[in-house]
């Protein structure tokens, strides 16, 4: 089918015209400073009658982000030779801007040394732009979307809690590690809250492991559904968690976000055992510290970790800020 206006915006109705049995619209990114060699995908694109592409248009790195963030295409095309960057530090800097995007790297320079490092960098697929057709090119294109997809659900399934959905403590430093290189270089806040439930091991041992798995849920379902979209809740392990925030503008703000997360923890919690209902209520008691410049991702978690512990020995239930605990 024929290739959409480049300058359109991509259609955000993809589910219910994949539900009517329509054909799916494959939004398609060139990052390209070359009209000619844009003009030249756009044409091979158009050959195909099987698909239906929008190819819109980036000159340059910095544009390709700011294109992604407002309107995520299906996949991107990348050339190396831009003109704020050029080589593979083309490719580096693209995927570690966070894009979710596949990659696929046409170049000019016919080199499978250069292609291969492509791929090991993390792009899908290399091309010379010399040997696309328009059975490669739309072949690259689908396979390398389904391929991108099954192993973001791989990922995502290594980086979850197998109980409670959450993502588990490796996610967890992962997502702190980036949000401290963007703390860095945006000057914005960024805070850690570590919670662990008091009661928890009452429960257990009474009514059951089954019943404390249950628990478990219930608790990270809690935090789940209280969280901003800024926010983040991982399963820490046992019966810790870990909150991350970075919308924020005060340390009294934090401190009332937090308290209001640890009173909905409070409320009583519905359990089935043997086939009856009981409530329980439980607590938990929290340590809160903010990253502070040259602080790594360990430090800050341990740094919310010692805050616990005083909050465990002042009486439990409770928040603590780490900056209190210092002399």
């Known amino acids: 089918m024929v290739v959409e206006d480049a300058d359109a915006p991509p259609d955000r109705d993809q589910d219910r015209a994949d539900n009517q049995g329509e054909a799916r619209v494959i939004n398609v990114l060139m990052v390209e400073d ?52 050029s080589g593979l530090a083309t490719l580096e800097k693209l995927l570690k801007s966070g894009i979710q995007q596949p990659v696929i790297v046409l170049t000019g320079v016919n080199d499978e040394e250069l292609g291969e490092n492509a791929i090991k960098i993390g792009a899908e697929d290399y ?30 399934k290594a980086s979850e809690d197998a109980l409670t959905g959450l993502p588990n403590r490796s996610a967890l430093f992962e ?31 009474t009514l059951g492991h089954q019943t404390g798995d249950d628990l478990l849920r219930q608790i990270a379902a809690r935090l789940r559904k209280s969280l901003r979209r800024s926010d983040m809740a991982a399963r820490y392990g046992g019966d810790e968690f870990v909150l991350v925030f970075t919308n924020y503008h005060s340390e009294s703000e934090l401190m009332e976000v937090v308290q209001r997360k640890l009173n909905i923890l409070t409320q009583p919690i519905r359990l089935y055992v043997n086939g009856e209902v009981q409530e329980v ?47």
């Open 34 to 85: 070359d009209y000619d060699d844009f003009y030249l995908i756009r044409e091979i694109l158009k050959q195909n009658s099987k698909r239906q592409y929008r190819l819109s248009r980036a000159l340059t790195l910095e544009d390709c982000v700011s294109q992604v963030q407002s309107t995520p295409p299906d996949i991107i095309l990348l050339d190396l030779g831009l003109q704020d960057s």
């Open 175 to 205: 997502r702190i590690e980036v949000l401290i290189s963007n703390t860095d270089r945006a000057e914005t806040k960024l805070a850690i809250a570590l919670l662990d439930l008091d009661g928890f091991k009452e429960v257990n041992d």
């Open 281 to 327: 209520t439980i607590g938990a008691s929290v340590g809160l510290a903010e990253w502070r410049a040259s602080m790594t991702a360990q430090q800050i978690v341990n740094n919310a970790d010692d805050a616990m512990y005083a909050s465990k020995k002042n009486g439990k239930n409770q928040v603590t800020m780490a900056t209190s605990l210092q002399s």
């Open 127 to 156: 091309l010379p732009k010399e040997e696309v057709s328009k059975t490669l090119l739309s072949r690259s294109i689908n396979y390398g979307i389904e391929r991108h997809r099954l192993t973001a659900e791989l990922q995502q």
